[in-house]
């Protein structure tokens, strides 16, 4: 196996007994970038002369005697995340040349734990996309068909992930920007519960759905990168007071016996059908391993595309207001007043699918649209989250088809919006709930992975990681890798 194919806690296992160093590992991998990322497009930068000195200060703290899962392991970090000194974009020209002088917790929390940060991975503009179509500097290509779409918007760290141009990946989800792309590359991707990560440095685009996530070649590294960045966090007040569990402890435990869910509303019309099928065989995994399957149903499921695109761009319209051209980020040079400066750093520097949901957000907050929209879909998501309390007071997590289709091409879908939008039917639920969630490869379509989605009851992440080990070690998709 080739260094850069290895998981993290691989790596770990090597570092640890001195079979290599992280110098070497990030060496490995910084060639991985170079001789493939030219075609997959994973990075909007990467850090070489910085990496390796991590490393080298990784390398001499193990050898005075210090030890952590991820002490010397190189990681890509979505380029929403504020790094200091480190240009951060969000894959927009508003912020093309912006320099934090801060650290996002999560980084704080990674670089504390001696993490390799090897750069920052191209996203959709301020996260707003399913495909990496709507970065302001080029589109990512999914490592398994270089034609066609990684997903998004943690298409960058996703592809980098599977490309073997990182170990592991940190992401953002709003409404399915890990597990969506996961599913599309064909690994593992979290969502955890909104509260459990700190998003202090998590540039917003919706502040009641953002959550800071990972992404690995397995769930063990998914585990193992939430366990570092989990906890309370004085900077964020929605950081829920709660302790942190040993999410390795019991990941092995048998499911035998456990009750799985399965909303039937998830397997919808339309779905291509080698995607249900891979989820139907997943399913007789999860029984021959000993789990109760349970039908369950999720009404109020065909009312999340609308209830999602009424509040997201509602929170995106006002979180983005920010972005004037006066504090910082890019500013039109040849504006006369200050109104003219709004007005041009806001149409030159935001790309049309940012302003077109800025658009959308300010028309549903508007003085006699607000009861109309905001409030109803405010009403609406008290009644998804309902279908998942309802749900969990019968089963301990419920499993479904991550996106109802494989990747498709770039360009097929970008100009039809509803078609764009319904991609991410099966993941918006889980973040309008505030719920925890995982994808994972259970299959693979002409070539194609096809991802599964373990969803969990808030704070339940133990639940969901254990559900997920279970299918993965029973199977070896999750072995896949990309012929690049």
């Given at each position: 196996?080739?260094?850069?194919d290895?998981?993290?806690h ?9 079979e ?27 850090l ?9 200060a990784a390398d ?26 480190i ?6 020209r508003m ?8 650290d ?37 290509h ?13 298409g960058?760290?996703?592809?980098a ?10 992401g ?6 890990i ?25 917003a ?39 942190v ?11 035998a016996?456990?009750?799985?869910g ?49 509040l997201?761009p ?23 007043d ?5 007005r041009?750093t ?17 028309y549903a907050?508007?003085?006699g ?12 998501r ?27 091409r770039?360009?097929e ?17 889980t973040?309008?709930?505030g ?5 994972i ?44």
């Amino acid at each position: 196996m080739e260094l850069y194919d290895l998981t993290i806690h691989q790596a770990h296992e090597l570092l640890a007994r001195r079979e290599i160093s992280s110098v070497e590992l990030t060496q490995a991998l910084l060639d991985r970038i170079a001789a493939v990322d030219e075609k997959v497009k994973a990075y909007l930068c990467v850090l070489e002369e910085a990496a390796l000195a991590d490393a080298a200060a990784a390398d001499r703290r193990r050898a005075e005697g210090e030890d952590h899962p991820l002490l010397g392991i190189p990681l890509a970090v979505k380029d929403v995340l504020t790094t200091r000194g480190i240009e951060t974009t969000c894959g927009s020209r508003m912020l093309e040349n912006f320099k934090p002088t801060f650290d996002a917790t999560a980084i704080i929390k990674l670089r504390d734990a001696g993490a390799v940060l090897m750069g920052k991975t191209n996203t959709d503009e301020f996260a707003m996309g399913s495909t990496t179509e709507n970065s302001a500097f080029f589109t990512t290509h999914n490592p398994w068909d270089l034609s066609r779409v990684p997903g998004g918007s943690s298409g960058g760290s996703a592809a980098a992930t599977a490309a073997g141009e990182c170990i592991a990946a940190i992401g953002s989800d709003t409404g399915g920007s890990i597990r969506q792309p996961a599913s599309f590359c064909g690994v593992a991707g979290l969502k955890p519960t909104y509260g459990r990560v700190s998003r202090h440095g998590l540039v917003a685009f919706a502040s009641s759905l953002d959550q800071v996530g990972a992404l690995g070649k397995d769930v063990t590294d998914c585990a193992l990168l939430l366990q570092t960045m989990a906890g309370h966090d004085p900077m964020d007040s929605t950081s829920a007071e709660l302790p942190v569990p040993d999410y390795r402890e019991g990941m092995d435990r048998s499911v035998a016996g456990i009750k799985l869910g399965v909303p039937r509303e998830y397997f919808r019309e339309g779905m291509q059908p080698e995607v249900e099928q891979a989820v139907r065989q997943a399913l007789d995994v999860y029984e021959s391993l000993g789990a109760e399957l349970v039908d369950i149903s999720m009404p109020h499921t065909d009312y999340c595309l609308s209830t999602y695109y009424v509040l997201a761009p509602a929170e995106a319209s006002a979180n983005l207001a920010r972005f004037d051209g006066i504090r910082y980020g890019y500013s039109a040079p040849d504006a006369q007043d200050i109104w003219e400066t709004y007005r041009k750093t806001r149409a030159e520097g935001f790309g049309p699918e940012v302003k077109r949901r800025i658009m959308l957000g300010t028309y549903a907050l508007s003085t006699g649209y607000y009861d109309a929209y905001y409030l109803k879909a405010q009403k609406v998501r008290t009644l998804i989250k309902q279908d998942f309390d309802r749900a969990y007071a019968q089963v301990d997590a419920l499993v479904a088809p991550t996106v109802p289709l494989t990747a498709f091409r770039i360009g097929e879908k970008i100009d039809d919006l509803l078609q764009l939008y319904l991609v991410d039917i099966l993941t918006l639920s889980t973040n309008l709930a505030g719920i925890c969630g995982v994808s994972i490869p259970c299959g693979m379509a002409n070539g194609l992975p096809i991802g599964m989605q373990v969803l969990g009851n808030a704070y339940q992440e133990a639940t969901v990681l254990r559900v997920a080990y279970a299918y993965e070690q029973a199977t070896d998709w999750h072995l896949r890798r990309p012929p690049l």
